[in-house]
T-cell receptor, first 116, second 111 residues
Framework: KAGVTQTPRYLIKTRGQQVTLSCSPI?????VSWYQQTPGQGLQFLFE???????NKGNFPGRFSGRQFSNSRSEMNVSTLELGDSALYLC???????????????FGAGSRLTVL | DQQVKQNSPSLSVQEGRISILNCDYT??????FLWYKKYPAEGPTFLIS?????DKNEDGRFTVFLNKSAKHLSLHIVPSQPGDSAVYFC??????????FGQGTELSVKP
């Protein structure tokens, strides 16, 4: 079956602009999580959606937002881009996050954002 | 507040030898631990996991050890192969299921 699909794979923006990234989870997966990867910081948790509701949120400013649609597809948006937002944004899906231990995430290849 | 730490940014090992990747955590509420492997231009892929009720889990060449009292886990790869060269992330989860990742360790296995 198809994996997690993220679009676009690469994009370049300038400071002050906004960006929207898209994620299509594995069919049947209802949970979608977003992570930011930067050198030296590893994968920083942004937020997680389940059944169109944000269930968990990381420590990122309000410029970072997301949503999930009824078909489980998810988008994340970053407004007023800053140079420090340059990173690889990874989306991951799983069957559920309701029970700890059952939440093995399957990641997409990521969207590489460069802010100039 | 880095709840999951991988203090070695890189590790170099000779082919055929053992690779040991380490990870420390601070939150005693974590009850499930995972290792992911990431190649360039790809997303991380799940490798192996361990529940907090166990102290060891083995899958082929990969073994994860958990020391709860020390809040420490390690991944052993024996024997190491050049194809194992990648960035390895440890991750932990607790109530609520959110996965917290470490900073990653870049493993280089030299032929």
């Amino acid at each position: 079956k198809a994996g997690v699909t993220q679009t676009p794979r690469y994009l370049i923006k300038t400071r002050g602009q906004q960006v929207t990234l898209s994620c299509s989870p594995i069919s049947g997966h209802r949970s979608v999580s977003w992570y930011q990867q930067t050198p030296g910081q590893g994968l920083q948790f942004l937020f997680e959606y389940f059944s169109e509701t944000q269930r968990n949120k990381g420590n990122f400013p309000g410029r970072f937002s997301g949503r999930q649609f009824s078909n489980s597809r998810s988008e994340m948006n970053v407004s007023t881009l800053e140079l420090g937002d340059s990173a690889l944004y990874l989306c991951a899906s799983s069957l559920s996050v309701l029970s700890s231990g059952a939440n093995v995430l399957t990641f997409g290849a990521g969207s590489r954002l460069t802010v100039l | 507040d880095q709840q999951v730490k991988q203090n070695s940014p890189s590790l170099s090992v000779q082919e055929g030898r053992i690779s040991i990747l380490n990870c420390d955590y601070t939150n005693s509420m974590f009850d499930y631990f995972l290792w992911y492997k990431k190649y360039p231009a790809e997303g991380p892929t799940f490798l192996i996991s361990i529940s907090s009720i166990k102290d060891k889990n083995e899958d082929g060449r990969f073994t994860v050890f958990l020391n709860k009292s020390a809040k420490h886990l390690s991944l052993h790869i024996v024997p190491s192969q050049p194809g194992d060269s990648a960035v390895y992330f440890c991750a932990a989860s607790g109530p609520g299921g959110k996965l917290i990742f470490g900073q990653g360790t870049e493993l280089s296995v030299k032929p």
